[in-house]
């Protein structure tokens, strides 16, 4: 099975930063790889797919890039309503796998 | 707006069995895969398994493989997660999702239901 490997674990950053989040996958993956957003009590939202393509709804201020092995989450500023857990998920082969998740936490 | 709505969840003894439905609306179901992804409490998410549109392609996690069985009835919109041999690390919340439209150049999941709870506790 692919293993994806994400980090950090954790952040802490305040309102208006730039935040990115990694993910490394054990082995090529083209760019099939999704990030999700999920907040306490809640399902996982989609917030990228295929790497960089935007969902519909979700605020410019996400974006993804990479291809192959790494990629990219990045908030371009940080706004209140993103604190939450963020997740990577390639579907390049099965089984699907999920990165371990970057809690984003208020500084 | 997509609609999903997990049932069947509950309390079960290692070794039993429980049988988790999902109800599908608001688009047209046997176009689309569907898949579920568990999470244990406070822990990350777990890709369990997936099912194609017509119910002949089905996947499943290693950690599952042998012990759960993914189906789908289209006709009833409904997709279902039979589960048996249950173990303690199977505790978790169990969502279902739909897959993204193949148009897209990907399948990865992009509407959620709210979660079914499983607990298996002697």
């Known amino acids: 099975a692919i293993q994806m490997t994400q980090s950090p674990s954790s952040l802490s950053a305040s309102v208006g930063d730039r935040v990115t989040i990694t993910c490394r996958a054990s082995q090529g993956i083209r760019d099939d790889l999704g990030w999700y957003q999920q907040k306490p009590g809640k399902a996982p939202k989609l917030l990228i797919y295929?790497?960089?393509s935007l969902q519909n709804g979700v605020p410019s201020r996400f974006s993804g890039s990479g291809s192959g092995t790494d990629f990219t989450l990045t908030i371009s500023s940080l706004q209140p309503e993103d604190f939450a857990t963020y997740y990577c998920?390639?579907?390049?082969?099965?089984?699907?796998?999920f990165g371990q998740g970057t809690k984003v936490e208020i500084k | 707006e997509v609609q999903l709505v997990e049932s069947g969840g509950g309390l079960v003894q290692p070794g039993g069995s429980l049988r988790l439905s999902c109800a599908a609306s608001e688009f047209t179901f046997r176009n689309y895969d569907m898949t579920w992804v568990r999470q244990a409490p406070g822990k990350g998410l777990e890709w369990v398994s997936i099912i194609g549109g017509s119910g002949g392609d089905t996947y499943y996690a290693d950690s599952v493989k042998g012990r759960f069985t993914i189906s789908r009835d289209n006709s009833k919109n409904t997709l279902f997660l039979q589960m048996n041999s249950l173990r303690v690390e199977d505790t978790a919340l169990y969502y279902c999702a739909k897959c993204s439209d193949p148009e897209m150049a990907t399948i990865i999941p992009d509407s959620w239901g709210q979660g079914a709870l499983v607990t298996v506790s002697s």
């Open positions: 295929a790497a960089s």
């Open positions: 998920l390639q579907d390049n082969n099965y089984p699907w796998t």
